[in-house]
């Protein structure tokens, strides 16, 4: 269907470029075959096509290259003879019948512009194009195909495709790096390369020259330290391997449909990733480095720690100070900092020590030592042993983090990163017994407070015990200990037992189901006094260990706000692991705002204060709550209403903390909802309160227009609910998208306030999405707002690629909805 119409656009687009006449559709050349101008050769699936090319405005010089042949816009994704263009068409790629070796001649002038160089020989070599894009070379007559002799992957230009190796064979000595093209005419290789550089704990580096320019950090088990927003994601698997043989970075595509593909540029000097948008025909660009000015190497010079949003950016590291004071300024930044007291390492009588910094990105590895199997005690000792060991940390964070890497020497290419690491510097005794004495002024605070909070909590539960009669309904209360970073908090909470509950939901019945999401189902129960309340189920298959299971439940008993839903209680029994949470009487949001009968009973000054409810819960999680919660998952069947119709948030935390540890195992999974998620969460796994805010968004426009925003149809277009209000915003008829049964009841002006604050919050970059602080603000008053800049993913179903994966991945999140 599509695909005939590309394959004739991409043929008119062939003839243009090189005076094409016929394609041997064939994906392989033998010994008596060659390739020149005018013929190409197709890999099986018509994915990728080889042959002449010129790139940009130029015709005078070819280049013999591969790209897309699917796509409508050629996109050259490596090139044979980058060094050497042929300044005629009489250019042709044959294996050479001596050295059975793949060679390109100009034939004209009898030169070879280029060659592979396989070492080993062939008696009947062949070169083939394959499906994922790679060139390669291989004997005719070997059973097993994938002994390449020779293949364009080990050999890139400025382009990094699924299945791509960047890094080392250090066995063949290979060092796989990427290099931009001089310009968009001359694909020559540029001065802007990215390799992964080979320390003892290695890291990927991109180049300027031969000055670095940007550091990913070294890989720490999940990800490189410097770029947090590599996370599990519906696009594409990536993973790092380093052993005595390899070191690499590579990632594959989960569903082969999509095209994706990293591109270095000179042009800019970025790194972008691209998506193609086939409904729009165009390249969508996502994810690039560096992101912002702290991404620039070195920037802060040695123990200066680069901040985004301080003034200066560049901030010594508690205990430095600026070497140069009075010239503290950009140019200045790279001096960096000195320490303001000396080490003391070489004197008998005072020790070194440490202080602990946290969420950074890990200091150039140039000078580091590994070793995977010592834990962060003996690191320490290590490190305390050698007097020119500044710093130490876990090698790998997962888990409770383990391994331990070492930095000899200054410490360079510091920032401060969200989603960063810890990192133990070295002190002298002086400075730590400062800041061990403020730990203590800390601890002391924070025990009081705890008690306070503790306290309190207790006398909740009695008086909530004596009101419900939980004592019938308990059978002991377990005390959880947490240890939190500096001490232990203890916190009481309603123990269920399973048979209370098995009693309650009669026997986990079918008829009490609620809903059903990938961590386990949830039960609407009725306790022995009367009291409603619904029971999460766990599945056994969520991976939650019985520690895990106690943190969320301390994590969410410690929610308290009127917009959010609250946790009764919990119960364990062996594998079983339930939360019990409020009952609410009136379901869920979406279960009225969608149905055009029962959307009648939330006129508009009930819907406003839905909004405004959620709006503060939300700012709750965000800001004002003891820890800063990210919902990840909010939407309309996420969203429970009382008797009163007042809006309460559930799902809270559940998602972030399940998300958070199923890193292995199940990396496919990003939880959230399609429909609701930010782009820059969808595409990269990239999450924060501004994609939250985003979802916000969503759910207010669905709000405004009883429309979701996931399988609207409008006969006119094919944009989804953003896309269509945005266009209604840009056409000055906003108003039209209101729901109809709204009205009779709604106020012109407030409505579209709302609809305006929705757009500033679907906006594509996450930076310039208001914080839900803003957004509280600007529901309260009808003050004036920023004009909104674009919207993300305007494009509704069939033509976002990201679309497809809607329905397998919906379910990784339990709901608390009603059938
Ligand atoms: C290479 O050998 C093949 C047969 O093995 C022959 O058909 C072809 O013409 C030869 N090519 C050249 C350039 O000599
Ligand atoms: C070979 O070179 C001659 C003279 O420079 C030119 O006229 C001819 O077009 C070239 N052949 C091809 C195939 O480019
Ligand atoms: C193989 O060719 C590449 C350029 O295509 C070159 O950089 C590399 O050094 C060559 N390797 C050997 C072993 O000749
Ligand atoms: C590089 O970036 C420039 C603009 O900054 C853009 O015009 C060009 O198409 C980009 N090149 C590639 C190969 O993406
Ligand atoms: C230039 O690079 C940045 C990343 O550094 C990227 O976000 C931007 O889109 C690029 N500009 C153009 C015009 O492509
Ligand atoms: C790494 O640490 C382990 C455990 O402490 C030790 O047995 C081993 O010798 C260390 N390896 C190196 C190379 O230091
Ligand atoms: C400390 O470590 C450095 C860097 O590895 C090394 O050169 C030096 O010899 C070590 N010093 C001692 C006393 O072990
Ligand atoms: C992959 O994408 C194609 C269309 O692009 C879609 O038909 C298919 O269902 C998708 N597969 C999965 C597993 O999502």
Not at 540 to 561: C, D, M, P, T, Y
Not at 724 to 732: C, F, P, V
Request: proline content about 4%; hydrophobic content about 35%; some cysteine.
């Amino acid at each position: 269907m599509d695909f005939y119409v590309f394959m004739l656009m991409g043929a008119n687009i062939l003839l243009i470029f090189s005076g094409f006449s016929n394609s041997i559709a064939a994906d392989t050349i033998t010994q008596s075959q060659s390739i020149s101008e005018g013929r190409t050769l197709v890999s099986k699936d018509g994915s990728f096509e080889l042959g002449f090319f010129s790139p940009g405005g130029s015709s005078d010089y070819r280049y013999l290259g591969i790209w897309y042949k699917n796509i409508p816009v050629r996109t050259v994704v490596w090139v044979a003879n980058r060094h050497k263009p042929i300044k005629d068409l009489s250019g042709a790629l044959m294996i050479n019948n001596r050295s059975k070796n793949l060679v390109l001649l100009s034939q004209n002038t009898s030169v070879v512009v280029w060659s592979a160089n396989s070492t080993k020989e062939a008696s009947s070599p062949i070169a083939q194009l394959l499906d994922d894009g790679n060139l390669v070379l291989r004997d005719g007559k070997d059973e097993n195909p994938e002994n390449y002799l020779w293949q364009s992957f080990d050999y890139p230009c400025d382009t990094l495709l699924p299945g791509m190796k960047l890094g080392w064979d250090l066995k063949k000595g290979l060092d796989r790096r990427l290099s931009a093209w001089k310009n968009m005419d001359d694909p020559s290789p540029g001065d802007f390369t990215w390799g992964i550089q080979l320390t003892n704990y290695p890291e990927a580096v991109m180049w300027k020259g031969s000055e670095k320019f940007y550091r990913s950090g070294p890989w720490n088990g999940l990800r490189f330290s410097g770029a947090p927003e590599l996370k599990a994601n519906p696009v594409f698997e990536f993973k790092f391997v380093s052993n005595e043989n390899e070191v690499f970075y590579t990632y594959q595509l989960i569903n082969k449909s999509v095209i994706t593909r990293m591109v270095m540029n000179q042009t800019n000097y970025s790194r972008q990733r691209f998506i193609w948008i086939e409904a729009d025909s165009r390249w969508s660009p996502y994810a690039s480095v560096p992101r912002d000015n702290c991404d620039s190497y070195n920037l802060c010079g040695a123990y200066g720690n680069c901040i985004i949003g301080e003034s200066p950016v560049c901030q010594c590291l508690k205990g430095f100070r600026s070497k140069s004071p009075e010239t503290w300024n950009p140019e200045e930044w790279s001096q960096g900092c000195v320490r303001t007291t000396q080490l003391s390492c070489q004197d008998e009588d005072t020790t070194d020590g440490f202080i602990k910094f946290s969420g950074l990105k890990l200091p150039d590895t140039t000078n580091s030592w590994v070793n995977r199997s010592m834990n962060l005690k003996e690191c320490r000792i290590k490190c305390l042993s050698n007097c020119s060991c500044m710093a130490y940390t876990n090698s790998d964070i997962r888990g409770e983090g383990s391994g331990c890497a070492i930095w000899y020497g200054d410490l360079i290419d510091i920032r401060q990163i969200q989603g960063g690491q810890d990192l133990y510097i070295r002190m002298p005794a002086s400075e730590l017994e400062g800041g061990e004495h403020k730990r203590m002024v800390v601890i002391v605070i924070y025990v009081v407070a705890s008690a306070i909070v503790s306290g309190m909590l207790v006398i909740a539960y009695f008086i909530c015990r004596s009101r419900t009669k939980f004592r019938e309904k308990m059978e002991s209360n377990v005390r959880i200990d947490q240890s939190i970073e500096e001490g232990k908090e203890d916190l009481e909470l309603p123990l269920f037992d399973l048979a209370t509950i098995a009693n309650a939901t009669n026997n986990f019945s079918i008829d009490n189901k609620l809903g059903e999401g990938g961590f386990g189902v949830v039960y609407r129960g009725t306790l022995e006094d009367g009291q409603q309340i619904a029971v999460k189920r766990l599945s056994r298959s969520s991976g939650q260990g019985l520690n895990e299971f106690k943190n969320e439940v301390i994590l969410i008993a410690k929610l308290q706000h009127r917009n959010l839903v609250r946790l009764l209680g919990f119960s364990i029994q062996g594998e079983e692991k339930m939360l019990i949470y409020e009952y609410m009487t009136n379901k869920s949001l979406d279960f009225f705002i969608f149905d055009q009968a029962k959307g009648k009973v939330l006129d508009w000054s009930k819907r406003f204060n839905i909004i405004c409810g959620l709006a503060r819960g939300l700012l709750y999680l965000h800001e004002d709550s003891r820890l800063r919660i990210i919902h990840r998952d909010l939407k309309a069947s996420n969203v429970l209403l009382d008797s009163e119709m007042n809006p309460k948030i559930s799902d809270f935390g559940m998602a972030k903390t399940f998300g958070g540890d199923q890193t292995e195992g199940n990396t496919n999974r990003v939880v959230g909802t399609y429909g609701y998620m930010a782009p820059e969460y969808a595409i990269d796994g990239l999450f924060s309160v501004k994609s939250d805010v985003f979802s916000f968004g969503i759910l207010l426009l669905e709000i405004v227009s009883g429309k979701k925003n996931r399988g609207f149809h409008n006969p006119d277009h094919s944009l989804n609910l953003i896309g269509h209000a945005w266009k209604l915003w840009q056409e000055g008829r906003p108003l039209e998208l209101i729901d109809t049964c709204l009205e009779d009841s709604c106020t012109a002006s407030q409505i579209l306030h709302c609809i305006h604050v929705s757009l500033l919050c679907v906006q594509l970059h996450p930076e310039d999405r208001p914080s839900m602080s803003s957004v509280v603000m600007m529901l309260a008053s009808e003050s004036s707002l920023p004009e909104p800049k674009e919207p993300g993913f305007i494009l509704g179903k069939n033509s976002l690629k990201l679309d497809q994966f809607s329905s397998t991945n919906e379910i990784t999140v339990t709901r608390l909805e009603a059938r």
